[in-house]
């Protein structure tokens, strides 16, 4: 998992940064807030364990929302690095996730995405960079508030027991 917390809000369309406390037991998370009309990005970088197979990936959201209904729809995208390279690089094409907003401040698990082709030539110990976003323009994303993203979980495959 990737949480919100370890993810940069963009300086260009930002998400916002929140620290949440809930009412009752005082469970306590961060998100990055995601407007409902404006497109809004956050990236992180991840160097992956040798035994991944440099393959594609996968994402679920975790996420919630405080007012409103519909449906939002989540993408993500990414790069790799390897030693000297530049890092000023094109991201691969995104992938989508959406799910359905259903109780307000509840947890929610999105669907998991299809595989997405990480840009650049993968090879192992690369570090990889991220970028997630609210897809508001995508006509399935009709939730009428701002999302809320907990987290991200990330499957990759791997082809060795171990990083050794």
Known sequence: PVMAAAMQAATTNGAVSASLETTTNKVLYKTLDFNQTTQQFAGFAIPMPKAWNNGTITFEPLWTFTTGSGG??????????????????AYGTEQTSTDT??????LHRGATSAAITIAGTPASGDMIFFRVKRNPADGSDTLTGDARLIGLRIFYTENAATDA
């Open 101 to 106: 907003a259903l109780t307000a401040g509840q």
């Open 72 to 89: 939002v729809v989540w993408a993500l995208q990414a790069v790799a690095c390897s030693d000297a390279d530049a890092t000023d690089v």
